[in-house]
Structure formats: C-alpha cells, structure tokens
C-alpha cells in the first residue's frame, strides 16, 4: 500500500475543526516486494475548517506536538513545517523520527498559525497485536510466558538452571565433566592432571607421580604433612618416615633381592642393615653369613651358646 492510498479515520472535535488521523504507524509495516526499512513515522490526514465548519484552502504553518497530558504541557515530540493545502482544504503529511516507547496515553496537540486548533488521544491500533519485528528491550514483563505447545531456542541460555524440571539429558554430551554421584560410567582424565585443593591431593598424569601435602610429587607416591614428615617412596617400594631432612628410610630392591634400612635424605641414603635371604648385614649390603658385621662390635654384656659336640657359654 502506497502513501497515498493509506486508509484515514475521521475523529469529530467541538470546535468543528475536523481531523482526519492516519493511526497506522509504519513501524509496523513490512513490505516483502522492495525490503524497504522500517520507519518510525505517524501519518496525519488533515481537513482545515474555520470555527463554524467551513471548509477553508491556503497555505499555513503546522506544529504538531506530541505531549504525555491533554493539555499539552509535556512535549515528547515535535514537528514543525509549512504546507498548502487542496482544494478540499486537506493536507496529507508525515511525522518523520517519532521514536517513541509507546509506555503511555500519548496526545496529538495540533497548531495551525500558532493557535492550538486540537488536542486528541493516539490510539493503538490493532495492527500492534500482531506486529512483526519488534524488540524485547522495551517489552514490561507482568506475567509468566506460555509457549503452549511451540518450542523455545536460542544460542545460549543463562542462569543456574535451578528452575527447570522435567529435564532430558540422555542427548547431553559430558564427556568432558566429570560424572555425577552415581553415574554408571568411570572417571577418566585421560593425560590431564587431577587436584583437589593446592596440595591436599595432586596427580601427575605426565610423570605417574601422586602427592598428598605436595603438589610437587618427587616418587610415585610422596606424602608430606603439615609437620614436615614425609612418606616418600621411590627406586622400587622404598619409602621413608619420619623429617624431611633425617628420614628412616625402609626400601626393598628387586634388582639386587634385599631389604634395606637406613636413614638419610631422599637424594642421600645410608643403607645400615641389609636383610638378603637368610643373611643380616650390618654396614655391608652383601651379607654372607646368617650375621654379617662389617665395622666394630661393642659388647656391653654377652651371653653365647653354641651348641653341637659341645656346649660353650660365654657370659
């Protein structure tokens, strides 16, 4: 529909001046031939009389504001031009930028050579019940949204999601989360490290290397508490008690088929009795006898048996 052939409605006033208002806002117009943009204009259709209702012709300066009160005070709008009318006395003319939210009752304050002619309230029209392209920024939200039966989507969703029932997640992929009290699946990370606070438990994926108390595991299993003790396992099954820097340190070797005890720090050991098969070393790693003592022997009291042919008792 063209400009010219847009529908008017006729509002009779006391003053006889009659006003032929065009309510039809091209915000809500769509055209699907020439895509032509949406405009925000208020088309007005005006017949000029004088007091008595007699039609009169001629050119005159319009003003034509838009207020929030019927007397016009509070001007939200205005528009100001001089046109000529018809022979009919009619002007046919735009409000052009009439950007307005359409919260209120909005009043059309009509001027013609200064004198304020009419006042008169801007209707919605029903074309606003279904209007097309609009935006959310300006809708008030009174009430809850119902879809009915239609679907709702969008890219993205906000919020914690504590409001939703009813939920199907068997589409959900969670392969990268970590599954729920009682999933049916287990928890793998794959290459990726696991920790749980900064030192309480960290797991070295990289390394095959887990820490309690450190986040910085040194042997596959190193555990050190808040007092500086330190179970710290490494070379095999040897592991060590007690501080840090003087640990007792309790090892057994495949490689060589012994158990050692000793004591030091983790990079300095002193292996002090060896126990291989049925032999104890003392100060030697390699005992050949059932007691093996490499180094001096202090006795402060002695009692030996030996039995066999005969008996010998040393006290």
Not at 288 to 297: A, E, I, K, Y
């Amino acid at each position: 529909m063209s400009r010219g052939e847009a529908p008017f409605f006729k509002f009779e006033f006391s003053n006889l001046n009659v006003i032929f208002l065009c309510g039809i806002f091209s915000v809500f117009l769509f055209s699907v031939v020439n895509a032509a943009a949406i405009l925000d204009e208020l088309h007005l259709n005006i017949q000029t009389t004088d007091e008595s209702g007699n039609v009169i012709t001629g050119t005159f300066d319009f003003v034509f504001n838009i207020s929030t009160t019927d007397d016009c005070a509070n001007v939200v709008y205005s528009n100001s031009t001089t046109l000529a009318t018809d022979s009919r006395g009619i002007i046919s003319y735009y409000l052009t930028d009439a950007n307005l939210d359409y919260d209120s009752q909005y009043y059309l304050c009509y001027y013609r050579d200064g004198e304020l002619i009419e006042t008169s309230k801007i209707a919605r029209t029903p074309y606003s019940f279904t209007a097309r392209n609009i935006t959310l920024s300006g809708i008030s939200i009174d009430s809850n949204l119902n879809l009915g039966g239609y679907n709702a989507t969008a890219s993205y969703f906000f919020g914690d999601g504590s409001g939703l029932t009813n939920l199907n997640v068997s589409a959900i992929n969670l392969s990268n989360y970590v599954p729920f009290t009682g999933a049916a699946k287990n928890l793998n990370l794959g290459t990726h490290n696991f920790t749980v606070g900064s030192t309480a438990l960290f797991v070295n994926a990289n390394e095959g290397k887990v820490g309690i108390g450190t986040a910085t595991p040194g042997s596959p299993l190193d555990f050190l508490s808040s007092y500086g003790s330190k179970i710290n396992p490494y070379n095999g099954l040897n592991f060590g008690i007690g501080l840090q820097a003087n640990l007792l340190q309790i090892f057994s070797n495949s490689s060589v088929s012994r158990v050692g005890i000793g004591y030091g720090t983790p990079d300095s050991f002193t292996e002090t009795l060896s126990i291989k098969g049925n032999s104890v070393g003392i100060g030697t790693t390699g005992p050949s006898q059932t007691l093996d003592v490499n180094g001096n022997v202090s006795i402060q009291s002695i009692s030996i048996l030996v039995g066999g042919n005969g008996d010998v008792e040393v006290w």
